[in-house]
């Protein structure tokens, strides 16, 4: 028995070594495979080791504390189960605000948020004092005055600021007020040089910036910067990693992930002025001598302070372990596809064995040795290659997993350390020897059926095929065997690993079929342009259809994921800024004024600013009609109406009576524009005419409504007062003209009539002032510098939701687009294989088109020709499922216009093809060079 082993080995061996060119293909095919589980499964243990290392550390103490999440509002009465919180503060957060630990503020009308105080911080001291004495030691950081809603729309203190050593600017930035002499516990923060940034703040005129902010400053230490609301100037001390301070990077941390933060001494608070309202507190951190005591600590802090939610190391490590748990589980599954995808090689290798050994297995027969010997010696060929490749794979992969792993920064917030670890080596030799030798056991069934006979006609040898039944048991126990393997990798039910393993052969053989009736038409209909390589090329892909949809198997799947993702989160950012885009009449920057006094300020700083490039002044004034002459004469008293609504009445009356509270309704508002800057949504006149000069002196409203609805006609007038009191100012306006409904307007929504300002009385005040304006992006710093000096005005410029959306689209997008990058990897390196092994098997048709005259180029040129139609084949499928699936979600989301970016559809074509070709090269480079003579004699 062991001499039978050792011949099967030896056999085997020999043979490796005597075709080291088909071997090395094999090999990378496997390794590439083996390689992606290897890397993936290790990112998953570096990933799990740095969320649950040092957790003292990522919680910047034994214990975080945070204001509970609380909501008040009276638009939401009666709503709490849709909104997820009560209309009124509950007990606990009122009890902190009466307290002086938290305060209440809003940043919109009618909502009221709950925040912590600076005060907060000597009531936990005092009561940790109390209670633990000097084992218990607080620290904590700080937003100033300012909130995640003021750092978005550039109204929050230290939220813009200029370097003043090149004029550039850096918006949404986000001040960490800290105690620099504690903060953080358990850790360090340095800057890239090297300093701790607590020696650095010592001075509270110093700041130390994140590399983010650094960025689009393009600031250097040294550089003096302004800061918005904050008196002179500070100096950038220091510069530290954007990850330094961002621990939950799909939590409150985004924005400083995205937009930069920085550091100063809380001392520098004093800078914003003698007016300084309420500090608030983001995080209160505390340190204990005693770990052990950290949740009953936690759990007395939450029942002492109720308004409180505490996070402990204890919940981080349960929150991280379900987030690696995750993460670890796409990587694998990821890893286990692209060594399904890369086992196609292997598939190919040996038929190609097979095919080329036919003569060998009739001799070895002749000797001998039975159909299922014959099995067993190319079994135990294919398990070297597993072997081997598995082997070159685990190396790839570890060494792949420590060039990539901080590409994984983005779903921990922190630099990833780097570990070798046993599971993913161990995983890799073993699933790698498994499935290389399933997937090579249907091949070898073909070598068990050569007959002896072919010694005789070993010019006739043609391998034989499986039989149906040998299929069909081979395929069954392929599933099941793989089903295992993903049961113990995936930690899944056998049952539920088997339904997976059956799914994807299921959805392989559908795609195999379509791949197999595309390239049969391909090679059919593409016309060969009288070049005889062409048609070549393609009677290669009518004889070996089935071999070529299986090798495109993971070209397709790869483009197809690559080109979807990315089709997908192009249209999706293209929507949302083209809708920004329309809401703004095209002018993304929005200049609000909340004093009415500073409203010719503003527009002035706008007309000066030579970076804006055009605006529209737009201001809303509460109303309310008076009286409603027609043009006919008739007058309408308004007064005394009351605003019964009811479109179903008969009697006329009756329904006059509800037009009128319609019109209430209608005009308890109006919008006012400047002459030289008003821009209607929709020109087209539907009555009348648009507004001009003579509409100041004589008052003119154009009504964007039908002419007719409500029995309004143009020469009708309407007296308006600006504002609920008795003896507020009042015009009488002319309707001169009617424009169309918006495109998405509907009668309940509150619409917008123009008027001019200059036909409104001085004595009118403005419920809201609002300039849309359009500039580059680049440029809006200078407008937002300027207007600095104009406390009531922030400036907001819409494109930075397009910024934020792209970057959460970004984090969504990565997977995908890691399964489509290792597919697209995977499936270059099958065909690669695919294209050697054909170019093995036709050493002699090359041998002899060379002899006849043929050159090492012209071959080259056949050969990416066939590659090339695969690769459009490619195409095809992969970048045309994706279309596809796009169009289709178009087609069902109908309210929804979606626009497909050819150039990308371009791009991605050309990738898989060029994929496809490079592939072919390299593969073919070696064998397109050799001499015929040499091949002729020996084949």
Known sequence: MFERISFYFQHSYSDLTANLFRTIFAIVCIAAGVGAVTTLQNMGVIINETLIGNLQSQNRGDISLRVQENLASDEFEGQEEEVGFGAEFDDEVQRGIDEGALVAYEPFSGLSIAVLTDQVVPMLQEWGAENYGESFATTYNSRGMADDIGVIFGSAPGSFMTNRRNSQNASQQTALFIDHERYPFFSEVLTRDGEPIEDILEDPRNIVISEKTATRLNADVGDRVQLMKMEGDFTVAGIVDDNEEIRDPFGGDIFLGIFGYYYMNIDAISQFGEDIEEVRISTVFIRLDDPEQVEQIADAIEAEFPYLV????????????????????????????????????????????????????????????????????????????????????????????????????????????YTVAVDPILNGIIVGVVVTTVFGFLPTLAAARVRPSVVLRPKDAVAPRSGIIAILFTLVLTILVLAVTVMNVMDLSFLLSSLIVGGVFVGGGFLFVILWLTIWVVARFVPHFGDARVELAKNELRSAKSRSAVTLLALVIGIFSLSSITLFADALSSLIDELLSQSAGGRPVIVQVGDPNDVERVNSIIQKNPDVEDYIRRETYETRILNWIKVDGETVPIDNVEPTMSNQLDDVETQRVVDIAYLQRRFESINAFQLENIEYEDDTVLAGRLLTGEDIETPGIVLRKAEGDLGIHVGDQVTIAFGEDRNAPQVTFTIVGFVPYPDVSVEDEDLDDYVLIDAIPASATPDTAIFNVAMPADDVG????????????????????????????????????????????????????????????????IAVLKAIGLKRFGVLAMIIVESGLMGIVGALLGVGFGVIALAGYDWYEDAIDIDINWEIVAAMTFLSIGIAVTAALLASWHTSGEKPLNVLRYE
């Open 310 to 417: 505490a996070t402990t190391t204890g919940d981080l490590r349960d929150r991280n372990e379900d987030i690696s748990d995750v993460l670890s589980d796409i990587l694998k599954a990821i890893g286990l596809l692209a060594l399904l995808l890369g086992s196609i090689g292997i598939i190919n290798t040996m038929q190609v064995i097979v095919r080329r050994r036919t003569l060998e297995v009739g001799v070895l027969k002749t000797l001998g040795l039975k159909g299922g010997q014959i099995t067993m010696l190319f079994m135990v060929e294919a398990l070297l290659h597993g072997l081997l490749g598995s082997i070159v794979g685990i190396i790839t992969g570890l060494g792949l997993s420590y060039v990539i792993r901080n590409s994984f920064r983005i779903f921990v917030g922190q630099e990833l350390g």
């Open 782 to 845: 200078s407008l937002q510098r300027d207007m600095q000096a104009v406390e009531s005005a922030f400036v907001f410029d819409t494109r930075i939701i397009s910024t934020l959306i792209d970057a959460l689209i970004g984090v969504f997008r990565f997977f995908p687009t890691l399964f489509g990058i290792v597919g697209l990897l995977v499936g270059a390196v099958v065909i690669a294989n695919s294209v050697a092994l054909s170019t093995l098997e036709r050493r002699r048709d």
